[in-house]
């Protein structure tokens, strides 16, 4: 385990690399469902508006 | 032709009419050399070494500065609807503007070099190759730019983004018409670098004058 | 390829691709991360990095293929007008983006314990940051007009010129790195030997897999936007005309 960690010595490149590669992806996914959420309810909003008016 | 050597004098003429604006272009390429030796030191070896280099990234700069008005002001007052409703080739069209610009910020820029390569201390076997290179080099410059110039035409924020569009292009000019320098410097053949530049120039006038032309139609619709 | 310029038949496929392309990324992805990270031997030179290559050359092969899937949509969109060839290149970029600056970022993380230094005029980084730039200048232009159109077709003229100016640069970037540096460090990590072949082929597969299933949920909000606009267009077409008589 300790060894798994330590990474041959180049555990302080080769996380980083993990953790950003991680942030990024992760990133663009929330982000990308987020604003799909939203423009989803948006979208919702305007229909029922639309049938809501006389 | 005719209407490519009308709208050639055209430009040269309004641009005579307006020589401050090619003033300004060749000074701020003189300033801009010139803060060179202020950040890295008098020191003529050191000089001599960055010479090409600082000499093509000016000029580069220089000719960015004055793309911006290419079009626009045709864009403003018309004329660019003319151009597009006349009939006449775009493509030659967009090659007599290009000319012009050329004319009026390349010639000027090429005739100040070796003024400037002077005060960078450039040595005696590298001036010849530098007005060469430039002068093969800048046609490049001027197509690309236009080409940036007609796609961010009516765009927010037109100036700085044409510099982050255009920039990146122009980096295989500045790699082979610097090489070319450094290598009359060094007593190299600087012909193969300099063919490179003239290939260069063959492709940029072949394609950019079409993505410049389809470019214009679309701002001006 | 016409069939598929029509948005409902489109996304009726791409919709039907996304569960298979989410659910590969993730058994992808749950293969490739162990494997990488754990099974797989460190390379008798490169030691333990070689793993930062994993994703390094992921994000690397993933920056190019979406440059060019950019390059063919907007090819295609200036061609024949598909609107939603307009909208893959548009989804795109900003993925493309940010697996350029993935690829720079692992590249320099790299560079430092190899090479000693973050950056290192290579001409792989060199031309990684290049395409950064061409990326940067895309977006910058397909949102800096007021009318949308303009600025997706500006764009797309701009794709097609980076991608004619791209091997060219490309070229003079080479070469100038051979002129300044004829001994640069030889970076043998494509001779790879086959242990260490594998987690690298599942780590591309799984983020090629990612980009395809983020890109559907990308295009699926496209479509959403432009959707919302028309419906706000129309409202306020409504709302302007005249009342009909009872």
Redo the contacts between chains.
Sequence with gaps: MQEFFHMGGYAQWVWPVYGLAAVALVGMLVSTRRTLKSREREFENLKANRKGAP | MSAFTALLARDLHLALRQSADSFTVVAFFAIATVLFPFGVGPEAEVLARIAAGVLWVAALLAALLSLDRVFTVDFEDGSLDQLLLNGQSLTLMVLAKVAAHWLTTGVPLIIMSPVMAVTLQLPAEGYGVLVLALILGTPTVSLIGA?GAA??L?????GV?LS??V???Y??VL??GT?AVEAAITGMPSGPMLSVLAG?AL?AVT?CPL?TA??LR??A? | MHRFANPTQFMRIANAIYPWAAGLCVLLFAAAIPIALVFSPPDYQQGDTVRIMYVHVSSAWLMMMIYGIIAANSAMF?IWRHPMANLMAKASAPMGAIFCALALITGMLWGKPMWGAFWVWDARLTSTL?LF??Y??YI??SD???DSE??D??AA??A???S??IP??HF??E??NT?HQPSIIKDGNMSVDPALRLPLFLMMGAFTMFYFAVLILRLRSELLAAKIRNARLSQVADASAPQPAE
């Design positions: 080409l796609l961010v009516g765009s927010r924020r037109g983004l982050l569009l920039l990146p292009l980096i295989p790699i082979f090489a260069l492709i394609l993505g389809a470019a679309q701002a619709e | 200036l290049i730039f061409l940067l200048g910058a232009l800096a007009f007021e303009r600025g077709k500006a003229i701009l097609l010129v980076g004619v100016n060219i640069i003079s970037v070469w100038w002129l």
